[in-house]
Nanobody, 123 residues
């Protein structure tokens, strides 16, 4: 069992930066792939970024070059550094863990989810 807690969301202006954190409990964290997803009002939850167990990183085209995902297994934590934020990045951001070591962009392949942290970017 893995429990995930996100933090770091907030209200910022376009062009600002935020760093989201996801802290996990559970012995298998270091061998789990972790993903970040987001859900804007009235839209489906969408993939943002993922990191596999050895630290390889993957991004949706909409955030490539602006967002950076990283993990610190000693702290059971995954981070999402978000730079050059845009109003269209406004959403609730969720981290999710897979039982697998490997990356996946399909939300249905993630087994554990956090409660989400809201990000609002004003223009």
């Amino acid at each position: 069992q893995v429990q995930l807690v996100e933090s770091g969301g907030g209200l910022v202006r376009a062009g600002d930066s935020l760093r989201l954190s996801c802290v996990a409990s559970g012995r298998t964290f270091s061998t789990s792939a972790i993903g970040w997803f987001r859900q804007a009002p009235g839209k489906e939850r969408e993939y943002v970024s993922a990191i596999n167990w050895i630290g390889s990183t993957y991004y949706a085209d909409s955030v490539k070059g602006r967002f950076t995902i990283s993990r610190d297994n000693a702290k059971n934590a995954v981070y999402l550094q978000m730079n050059s934020l845009k109003p269209e990045d406004t959403a609730v951001y969720y981290c999710a863990a897979r039982s697998s070591r490997y990356y996946d962009r399909n939300r249905e392949n993630y087994d554990y989810w956090g409660q989400g942290t809201p990000v609002t970017v004003s223009s």
